[in-house]
């Protein structure tokens, strides 16, 4: 673009002749279609993302919703630095620590408090064994600390490069690779201790 924000209007230009970061920088002037078109592109790839971060629930909602709310407010605008996706995963990434943070803030206060522990729930019996074993895994997933878990689920299954997976978190390529196998270390080495019982 030749430096000037140009205003999408849903009336004068087809939706798909708009690319993904002429969008993105239309959002950087507070367009409010232009952040509608972004979640519009992204939301579901923006959804699986905040899931597998912090564990799938109601909060992803809210958090998605937070994601676009921050596209909105232009705290980071697109610089153009990345790929539009990495940008977004990036604020996803954020908006998803303060999240995990501030959960983890209520469970101590809640315990400091609390004199009962809730029982497990029962209902093993119901669930399939593969069943099980995906919301082991999701556990194991979830108990990582939040740079590992991030890294791990940016690269290993949302399949960005190590490259994007470091714009979006803000370090180095070999931070998230570090990262990364520490996160496949410490998954591997619970599985084979459950395994082991």
Same mark, same amino acid.
């Given at each position: 673009?030749? $430096? ?5 209007? @849903?009336?004068?230009?087809?939706r ?14 507070g367009?409010?279609?232009? /952040? &509608? ?6 939301q579901?790839?923006? *959804? ?12 992803v909602?809210? %958090?998605?919703?937070? *994601? ?6 232009v705290?980071?605008p697109?610089? $153009?630095r990345? !790929? /539009?996706?990495?940008? %977004?995963? $990036? ?5 998803? +620590? #303060? #999240?995990? @943070?501030? !959960?983890? +803030?209520? &469970?101590? %206060?809640l315990?400091?408090v609390?004199?009962?522990? @809730? ?8 669930? *399939? ?6 919301? @082991?895994?999701?556990?194991?997933l ?5 740079? !590992? ?9 949302? $399949? %960005?490069s190590?490259?994007? &997976? ?7 390529e *070999?931070?998230?690779? !570090? ?17 082991? +019982?």
């Amino acid at each position: 673009m030749s $430096g000037q924000v140009v205003r999408i209007r @849903r009336l004068e230009v087809e939706r798909e002749s708009w690319s993904d970061e002429a969008v993105a920088h239309a959002c950087a002037s507070g367009d409010p279609v232009a /952040v &509608a078109e972004l979640f519009d592109r992204y939301q579901a790839v923006v *959804t699986r993302f905040l899931s597998r971060a912090v564990g799938a629930g109601p909060d992803v909602e809210d %958090l998605l919703q937070t *994601t676009f709310m921050e596209v909105a407010r232009v705290k980071s605008p697109f610089q $153009g630095r990345s !790929k /539009v996706l990495t940008w %977004l995963l $990036g604020i996803a990434a954020n908006v998803s +620590r #303060h #999240h995990l @943070r501030s !959960k983890r +803030r209520r &469970a101590r %206060l809640l315990q400091a408090v609390s004199f009962t522990r @809730r029982q497990p729930s029962p209902a093993v019996d119901e669930v *399939t064994d593969a069943r099980l074993a995906v919301d @082991r895994a999701r556990e194991h997933l979830e108990r990582l600390p939040d740079d !590992k878990r991030l890294a791990f689920v940016l690269c290993e299954l949302e $399949g %960005l490069s190590a490259k994007e &997976a470091a714009q979006a978190l803000g370090c180095s390529e *070999t931070a998230v690779w !570090k990262r990364v196998s520490e996160a496949r270390q410490a998954l591997r080495k619970a599985i084979a201790g459950e395994v082991a +019982r």
